[in-house]
Structure formats: C-alpha cells, structure tokens
Nanobody, 124 residues
Framework: QVQLVESGGGLVQAGDSLGVSCAVSGIPFAGYTMGWFRQAPGKQREFVAYINPSGRSLNYANSVKGRFTISRDSAKNTVQLQMNTLKPEDTAVYYC?????????????????WGRGTQVTVSS
C-alpha cells in the first residue's frame, strides 16, 4: 500500500520559518521524483517544488524561489520542504506527491501518488 504522510504544518507569523516533511512507503523511493504542491481556499492546486531521484535536479515555483528549499533523505524515505520568510500568501494546504518521471512537468497530473496534505497558515 502506497502511503505519503505529511507532517509539520501549523500557524506562524509572516517572516517566520517552518518545515514540513513527508514520509513515504509502499514505493521504491529512490526511483521517484518527489514534489510539493499547495492549494489555497478557492484556488487551484499549484506547484511549489520538486527534487529528482538523485537529488541533483531541483525545480521551484518563481513565487517561492530563494525562500523555500526542498530536500530528500533516502535513508529515511522522507522529503522535506523548508520554508523561510513566510508570507500570508503562502497560506495553503501543502501536499506531498511522487512521480516516476525523472523530469516531470509541474502540473499535478505528472504526479501519480499523493498525500492528504498538511495545513500551513501564515498570519500577517
């Protein structure tokens, strides 16, 4: 059974930092590109970042570039998203996702497996 379980969301103030993590099981983690997406109320799910299986190729949305960092730990089958200098517009449910493509597009349909999400709320 494939499971992606996010953790670490919460309520922070603008300018703060927060890290979210995703524990992956049921798939060969080393062979999958791992990504983070987010969805704010009333908006479509949007790409945040992804990291390829080797960890050497990273891709970030322009809105988070320079503030967010994605990483993966193959020993623990986890993927992390470190979020710095958070803004109120970063408020959303953050989803972890897995793609078998080495260089997926940044659309949700390129990712096969999904977690249930974790809420991140940034107050002004």
């Amino acid at each position: 059974q494939v499971q992606l379980v996010e953790s670490g969301g919460g309520l922070v103030q603008a300018g703060d930092s927060l890290g979210v993590s995703c524990a992956v099981s049921g798939i060969p983690f080393a062979g999958y590109t791992m990504g983070w997406f987010r969805q704010a109320p009333g908006k479509q799910r949007e790409f945040v970042a992804y990291i390829n299986p080797s960890g050497r190729s990273l891709n970030y949305a322009n809105s988070v570039k320079g503030r967010f960092t994605i990483s993966r730990d193959s020993a623990k089958n986890t993927v992390q998203l470190q979020m710095n200098t958070l803004k109120p517009e970063d408020t959303a449910v953050y989803y972890c996702a897995a793609s078998f493509l080495a260089r997926p597009t940044t659309t949700p349909d390129a990712f096969r497996f999904w977690g249930r999400g974790t809420q991140v709320t940034v107050s002004s």
